[in-house]
């Protein structure tokens, strides 16, 4: 019998997902360049209703901070190809409420778009929030 984790449990122990052709995993300072490809792209700016922040212009200055800037509320998974291990993109659990509710998102780099990428990491994100935590809802 598994037991479900409440979402804090995972805050402290960050969970790496597997799928058949990638890894979802903690960014780390070294994935800054790849990071960069996706996050400084002004393309996935255009319906956001935003522009990109400092950050996002330049990811290297996201490591300098404690993880999830000492907020619970979100995780931040990057999605590592298998046969590359470049980092492509990223799968976001945010706005996590009551243990119960949250919502995901997702930036991948145009390099990898329309390959299946991002569907193959939403599944898997998915299926953990419903099998493993006590999320009952999400929201894209």
């Not at 052709?21 to 070294?30: D, V």
Request: with cysteine.
């Amino acid at each position: 019998m598994f037991i479900l984790q409440d979402m804090d449990y995972y805050f402290s122990h960050f969970p790496v997902l597997e799928t058949e052709r990638l890894i979802l995993r903690a960014k780390t300072a070294t994935d800054a360049e790849d990071m960069k490809t996706y996050m400084a792209d002004e393309n996935l700016y255009k319906y956001w209703g935003r522009n990109m922040t400092r950050q996002e212009r330049e990811p290297s200055l996201f490591f300098g901070r404690t993880l999830n800037n000492g907020k619970k509320d979100h995780i931040s998974w990057g999605i590592e190809l298998k046969k590359n291990h470049r980092l492509a993109g990223e799968v976001n659990l945010f706005n996590i409420e009551n243990d119960r509710q949250a919502m995901i998102g997702y930036r991948i780099s145009a390099a990898y778009q329309n390959m299946g990428f991002v569907t193959e990491a939403l599944r898997r994100v998915i299926r953990f929030c419903f099998e493993e935590t006590g999320v009952q809802r999400l929201e894209a």
